[in-house]
T-cell receptor, first 114, second 116 residues
Framework: QQQVKQSPQSLIVQKGGISIINCAYE??????FPWYQQFPGKGPALLIA?????SEKKEGRFTISFNKSAKQFSLHIMDSQPGDSATYFC?????????????FGTGTRLQVFP | DTGVSQNPRHKITKRGQNVTFRCDPI?????LYWYRQTLGQGPEFLTY????????KSRLLSDRFSAERPKGSFSTLEIQRTEQGDSAMYLC??????????????FGPGTRLTVT
């Protein structure tokens, strides 16, 4: 019940295209869903996050879509650029019992070709 | 630079040796977390502190692992009698935990441990 399932494992997109990464969860107590971007040899960088009281959040070229009833959320990268080539992780956490440890998905390696 | 810092960035050690890593969180952050990341996987939670109190430890944290945050500022993670299976990236994150729930966790660059 603690798992977060992420797909696809890898994604190849042409420059200017839309990259879409999907995540699904089981634990209905999760109440915070961040996405992280990680470049090789670096730590994960917080990209964008959403709470279940909204269905969509947009920041620049990055949008999270959230479907509470389906227990799914996704990251959309519009106008994908070669500099977006990285590994993306979805995560989830809950504030129940005053713990907010992040449960991560297995990651999606995105390659954007010019 | 006011982000999370970790030292050393890389550590190579022989099996059976002890190693210690340090994490300096963002200065006003009261929560500090340790995660471990193996190649091709997402980070896995190890433990976290609120100020100097260690509030939760994962089952991944065997008796050979110990973490401290003595003054509620920096933290250390020590691994005793290292094993080859301990080879991983050890990540530290910090957040500002307020009254209204979860806040964003910001990660450091990590310490890459290789046990030979």
């Amino acid at each position: 019940q603690q798992q977060v399932k992420q797909s696809p494992q890898s994604l190849i997109v042409q420059k200017g295209g839309i990259s879409i990464i999907n995540c699904a969860y089981e634990n209905t107590a999760f109440d915070y869903f961040p996405w992280y971007q990680q470049f090789p040899g670096k730590g994960p960088a917080l990209l964008i996050a959403i709470r279940p009281d909204v269905s969509e959040k947009k920041e620049g070229r990055f949008t999270i879509s959230f479907n509470k009833s389906a227990k799914q959320f996704s990251l959309h990268i519009m106008d994908s650029q070669p500099g977006d080539s990285a590994t993306y992780f979805c995560a989830a956490t809950t504030n129940v019992r005053n713990t907010d440890k992040l449960i991560f998905g297995t990651g999606t390696r995105l390659q954007v070709f010019p | 630079d006011t982000g999370v810092s970790q030292n050393p960035r890389h550590k190579i050690t022989k099996r059976g040796q002890n190693v210690t890593f340090r994490c300096d969180p963002i200065s006003e952050h009261n929560r500090l977390y340790w995660y471990r990341q193996t190649l091709g996987q997402g980070p896995e939670f190890l433990t976290y502190f609120q100020n100097e109190a260690q509030l939760e430890k994962s089952r991944l944290l065997s008796d050979r692992f110990s973490a401290e945050r003595p003054k509620g500022s920096f933290s250390t993670l020590e691994i005793q009698r290292t094993e080859q299976g301990d080879s991983a990236m050890y990540l530290c994150a910090s957040s500002l935990k307020g009254l209204l729930g979860t806040h964003e966790q910001y990660f450091g660059p990590g310490t890459r441990l290789t046990v030979t």
